[in-house]
């Protein structure tokens, strides 16, 4: 577990994302990979967590630098779906 | 106006979001900017927007090409908020 300079544990990890989506009304099939990080609660959880496992997570977006432009989802909340 | 290759009207632009959101119980400010496409209606209703009008976006989250990492807003629906 690494930590913040705050001394709060923080987890990076990569989110896959596979899903199905309308648009412009064609069924598209989706898969994404979305850099994600957890801090605190949120990345004490993720303990529980192995690869594979299916989450549901309520977040948000932001850039992952001050002057980069790549996104990083902020895990709030991280619910187990399904053991991978 | 571009066109994707079977004819459909697509707009490619960039959404600027700002927003307070809390994260390991302290508050910070977002800023962040995504990359975002409409295609077909979303497209056409993009028309009657201009720069600096604040919107409200559903959509979902995908690769920007297949092999790179860049991820895409693909909006769903577009709601006016705010004249700029």
């Known amino acids: 577990m690494r ?3 705050a001394g ?3 987890r990076h990890f990569s989110l896959s994302h596979d899903s199905e989506q309308i648009e412009a009304g064609f069924q598209r099939k989706i898969q994404c990979k979305v850099p994600a ?3 605190a609660d949120a ?3 993720m303990k529980e967590l192995a690869l594979g496992d299916m989450v549901r997570i309520d977040g948000f977006l932001a850039q992952k630098s001050r002057m980069g ?3 990083v989802l902020h895990v709030k909340q ?3 779906l399904e053991r991978g």
Chains 1, 2 share one sequence.
């Open 3 to 5: 930590y913040t300079p």
């Open 8 to 10: 709060l544990p923080v």
């Open 37 to 39: 990080m957890a801090v």
């Open 43 to 45: 990345a004490q959880q």
């Open 69 to 71: 432009t790549q996104l």
């Open 78 to 80: 991280i619910q187990l």
